[in-house]
């Protein structure tokens, strides 16, 4: 299995970027793909995942409402839309497959893409 994350970029607080991470290889029936972040000097974090093939989506509580997490299926590419972005999303952006919906520890994620880098500016 191999993940590959892009899309990222320097933006405008209040600006939108969409970040993509495209699935490839042989997985299993069902799986979750998870976007987690880490800004320097602080621990990696869950940001949202959505799950395969039922699409159940869930975030982590500070991008409610600004982030969304989306799928395509026949691209085998999960995007995360960000919205009203703001200083504080500046970090390295990372997508993952894990098996279990749900799951917001990255340490339950199973095989991991490169990063790519969000900077917000005020």
């Known amino acids: 299995v191999q993940l590959q994350a892009s899309g990222g970029g320097s933006v405008q607080a209040g600006d939108s970027l969409r970040i993509s991470c495209r699935v490839s290889?042989?997985?299993?029936?069902?799986?979750?793909v998870g976007w987690f972040r880490q800004a320097p000097g602080k621990e990696r974090e869950f940001v949202a995942a959505?799950?395969?093939?039922?699409?159940?989506?869930y975030d982590e509580d500070s991008v409610k409402g600004r982030f969304t997490i989306a799928r395509d299926n026949a691209k085998n590419t999960v995007y995360l839309q960000m919205n009203s972005l703001k200083p504080e999303d500046t970090a390295v952006y990372s997508c993952?497959?894990?098996?279990?919906?749900?799951?917001?520890?990255?340490?339950?994620?199973?095989?991991w893409g490169q990063g790519t880098q969000v900077t917000v500016s005020s």
């Open positions: 959505i799950s395969w093939p039922g699409g159940y989506t």
């Open positions: 290889g042989r997985t299993r029936s069902s799986f979750v």
């Open positions: 993952a497959l894990g098996l279990r919906v749900g799951e917001r520890r990255w340490e339950a994620y199973n095989y």
